[in-house]
């Protein structure tokens, strides 16, 4: 299935978007993993930056880093890892749900066999 937007005649921002995962290319990302940019910043009509599925391979990590006006969602999908937030570590697994305020350095290392995956959502927000 590629890209499809509904309902020709509407504002290209009031339709729909259906978009194959399949369809995405995988990228590296700026702080070391690979992502598939699933939703732009642009296609949305809220504070939503991206939606993006990560991968991180193992032994790999996306690096410590911080956003100024931004926060991030992480939905485990498959795998285990080290997530560190701030001088907290902790360890995460599929399933689990995180919410990483503007300001706090971050970073997650595959602690597994396996490939780590995640959706990573970027909102949003005044600065702090």
Same mark, same amino acid.
């Given at each position: 299935?590629?890209?499809?937007?509904?309902?020709?005649?509407?504002?290209?921002?009031?339709?729909?978007?259906?978009?194959?995962? %399949?369809?995405?290319?995988?990228?590296?990302?700026?702080?070391?993993?690979?992502?598939?940019?699933?939703?732009?910043?642009? %296609?949305?009509? @809220?504070?939503?930056?991206?939606?993006?599925?990560?991968?991180?391979?193992?032994? %790999? @990590?996306?690096?410590?880093? =911080?956003?100024?006006?931004?926060?991030?969602?992480?939905?485990?999908?498959?795998?285990?890892?080290?997530?560190?937030?701030?001088?907290? @570590?902790?360890?995460?697994?599929?399933?689990?749900?995180?919410?990483?305020?503007?300001?706090?350095?971050?970073?997650?290392?595959?602690?597994? @066999?396996?490939?780590?995956?995640?959706?990573?959502?970027?909102? =949003?927000?005044?600065?702090?």
């Amino acid at each position: 299935m590629a890209d499809q937007n509904h309902s020709s005649s509407a504002p290209k921002l009031l339709q729909p978007l259906i978009r194959a995962r %399949e369809t995405v290319p995988l990228e590296p990302t700026r702080h070391g993993a690979l992502k598939r940019v699933l939703l732009h910043r642009e %296609e949305a009509l @809220s504070t939503l930056c991206f939606v993006n599925e990560v991968e991180v391979a193992p032994g %790999e @990590s996306i690096h410590s880093h =911080a956003h100024e006006t931004m926060q991030e969602v992480f939905y485990l999908l498959e795998g285990e890892g080290l997530m560190t937030l701030g001088e907290q @570590s902790l360890t995460v697994r599929e399933g689990d749900c995180l919410l990483v305020p503007p300001l706090l350095p971050h970073e997650i290392t595959n602690a597994g @066999s396996l490939p780590l995956r995640f959706l990573c959502f970027g909102i =949003a927000v005044d600065q702090p």
